[in-house]
């Protein structure tokens, strides 16, 4: 059966953004300059290739996410650290969208209008295996509440945002997980992984 794993960053107080403007909390913001060490580098790439598919709010897309990543891979030809945004590129991807439009002038993508559980369970199909949902923080939120998560890989970056957007909330008090795996990275970013 296939599974859904949400991958984000976060701060170390919980936070997947900051809304104080001189906010220091994130290690890396996706930029050509990669300060990940080489050890998460590794793990990253790993989370990617045993996808299927990715699952991605309309949001998210519209404000770039593809072109950011292809133009990474082209920026990289055969780097094996950059293997991740070769991958966003070649797999097929599933934005949820609330809004109807028309599909996404990207390759490979796909836009799924409906209720949320029925979105995911159709990625699944399509994608014929497991997915990773990158966000946005919208989209992550409505899948934990919606309990449609098999998985968080959360990578807690060595900072505090202060105060922003999270993806937990009260709804959630009720819900458990089981920690799976956790890795110490060098550069000070902490990967956890929780499963149902």
């Given at each position: 059966?296939?599974?859904?794993?949400?991958?984000?960053?976060?701060?170390?107080?919980?936070?997947?953004?900051?809304?104080?403007?001189?906010?220091?909390w994130?290690?890396?913001?996706?930029?050509?300059?990669?300060?990940?060490?080489?050890?998460?580098r590794?793990?990253?790439?790993?989370?990617?290739?045993?996808?299927?598919?990715?699952?991605?709010?309309?949001?998210?897309?519209?404000?770039?996410?593809?072109?950011?990543?292809?133009r990474?891979?082209?920026?990289?030809?055969?780097?094996?650290?950059?293997?991740?945004?070769?991958?966003?590129?070649?797999?097929?991807?599933?934005?949820v969208?609330?809004?109807?439009?028309?599909?996404?002038?990207?390759?490979?993508?796909?836009?799924?209008?409906?209720?949320?559980?029925?979105?995911?369970?159709?990625?699944?199909?399509?994608?014929?295996?497991?997915?990773?949902?990158?966000?946005?923080?919208?989209?992550?939120?409505?899948?934990?509440?919606?309990?449609?998560?098999?998985?968080?890989?959360?990578?807690?970056?060595?900072?505090?945002?202060?105060?922003?957007?999270?993806?937990?909330?009260?709804?959630?008090?009720?819900?458990?997980?089981?920690?799976?795996?956790?890795?110490?990275?060098?550069?000070?970013?902490?990967?956890?992984?929780?499963?149902?």
């Amino acid at each position: 059966m296939s599974r859904l794993t949400v991958a984000m960053q976060i701060s170390i107080d919980g936070y997947v953004d900051s809304s104080l403007s001189d906010a220091n909390w994130q290690l890396w913001n996706w930029g050509p300059d990669w300060p990940w060490s080489a050890d998460l580098r590794a793990a990253f790439n790993g989370l990617l290739s045993g996808a299927s598919g990715i699952l991605l709010s309309r949001p998210m897309a519209d404000e770039g996410y593809l072109g950011h990543w292809s133009r990474m891979a082209e920026q990289h030809p055969g780097d094996p650290d950059w293997e991740f945004s070769r991958a966003i590129g070649a797999l097929p991807k599933f934005v949820v969208s609330r809004s109807g439009r028309p599909e996404l002038d990207w390759p490979r993508t796909t836009v799924l209008n409906g209720e949320l559980a029925d979105t995911v369970e159709q990625a699944k199909k399509q994608a014929d295996g497991d997915l990773v949902c990158f966000g946005g923080a919208g989209l992550v939120s409505s899948v934990l509440r919606e309990d449609l998560a098999d998985e968080l890989r959360l990578f807690t970056n060595p900072g505090f945002a202060g105060e922003g957007t999270s993806v937990f909330g009260a709804r959630l008090a009720t819900r458990n997980y089981r920690a799976a795996h956790s890795a110490a990275y060098a550069c000070g970013i902490v990967e956890t992984r929780w499963v149902r």
